[in-house]
């Protein structure tokens, strides 16, 4: 299987992209350097098209041999929700600290400048 043939089938598939690429050619690319045997990439490309599972995570899965789609989907919700929460705990510190934060400002831009 061919770049072009495998960029045409992307395309036909009319894919969401994100997870490292923004087209069918940047991800077209990415599958046939990565993967050797075209036996091995025509069934990742297969896999891909049918169950709409981004490419990062078929590589993943190629690599390592042992993680399910579900797995790698749910170590990136878990990281996700993990930042989600730190900016609403950072968020949250700031606004309940906003007056003492408005005083510590207001003294510092009030001392003299050496």
């Not at 043939?5 to 690319?29: C, D, K, P, V």
């Not at 993967?35 to 490309?45: E, F």
């Not at 990136?76 to 606004?95: D, N, P, Q, R, Y």
């Amino acid at each position: 299987m061919t770049l072009r043939e495998i960029e045409r089938r992307l395309r036909r598939a009319r894919l969401s992209y994100g997870h490292g690429t923004h087209e069918a050619r940047e991800e077209a690319t990415w599958l046939f350097t990565s993967v050797k045997s075209p036996a091995r990439r025509k069934a990742l490309l297969d896999r891909r098209i049918r169950e709409r599972i981004p490419l990062a995570y078929l590589l993943i899965m190629f690599a390592s041999g042992q993680h399910a789609p579900s797995t790698a989907a749910r170590v990136v919700i878990w990281l996700w929700g993990a930042a989600m929460t730190a900016a609403a705990v950072c968020g949250e510190a700031i606004w309940r600290n906003r007056l003492r934060l408005e005083r510590i400002l207001e003294e510092q831009s009030a001392e003299p400048r050496s």
